[in-house]
């Protein structure tokens, strides 16, 4: 498996308080993603960064926001969690050729 | 817009029954295919991969894969599932030629029966 680890794996919050997700990778891998996996809808991308201090949205980014200060870690910050934002949180790296590897995802509940 | 399809939400086998998980894809362009899968609990891990070459495409634990492209199909099979094969099974599509983002497919859930 790729050098990729979340924290927390499990989070219970209430909904109007700030979460914030982190993602670390030992692989040096220029790409980072967040997606979010809900019954219904797979995979749905967050956001996503192509290198330190670059990032761009996904097709889900409302009422979230990134950041990468360092090539090996990629934080997902929930400003004010809702929720409708209660699901299952993978982070995936990968380099150019688009092959992603996923980490151990984070099951976020808010009440 | 780029999209990817699986059709079959649910599919229950029996042990030594034959697999074949439909995936059709929209894409313009070149595009590369995925199949990953998703155990109980899990995270998704790589089953194989589709860039260029041979259509065929031949995975980990039997899986394989036929890229066809003038039906935009990238259908999974294996001809003799096992219990351990209860996953969830996602398509995926990108462009080729440097970054562009993967698509993934909502997913088919694959129950075995021993």
């Known amino acids: 498996d790729a050098g990729i680890t979340q924290s927390p794996r499990h989070k219970v919050t209430e909904t109007g308080t700030p979460v914030t997700l982190r993602c670390h990778q030992t692989?040096?891998?220029?790409?980072m993603y967040w997606y979010r996996q809900d019954p219904g809808h797979g995979l749905r991308l967050i956001h996503y960064s192509y290198g330190v201090k670059d990032t761009d949205k996904g097709e889900v980014s409302d009422g979230y926001s990134v950041s990468r200060s360092k090539t090996e870690d990629f934080l997902l910050t929930l400003e004010s969690a809702t929720s409708s934002q209660t699901s299952v949180y993978f982070c995936?790296?990968?380099?150019?050729?688009?092959?992603?590897?996923f980490g151990p995802g984070t099951r976020l509940l808010v009440l | 817009a780029q999209s990817v399809s699986q059709h079959n939400h649910h599919v229950i086998l029996s042990e030594a029954a034959s697999l074949e998980l439909g995936c059709n894809y929209s894409?313009?362009?070149?595009?590369?295919l995925f199949w990953y899968v998703q155990y109980p609990g899990q995270h998704l891990q790589l089953l194989l991969k589709?860039?260029?070459?041979?259509?065929l495409v031949k995975g980990i634990k039997g899986f394989e894969a036929e890229f066809i492209k003038s039906k935009f199909s990238f259908n999974l099979r294996k001809p003799s599932v096992q219990w351990s094969d209860t996953a969830e099974y996602f398509c995926a599509a990108a462009g080729s030629g440097g970054y562009q983002k993967v698509t993934f497919g909502t997913g088919t859930k694959l129950q075995v029966i021993p």
């Open positions: 692989e040096n891998h220029r790409y």
């Open positions: 894409y313009g362009g070149t595009v590369n």
């Open positions: 589709y860039f260029s070459g041979d259509p």
């Open positions: 995936a790296i990968s380099e150019i050729e688009e092959t992603q590897y």
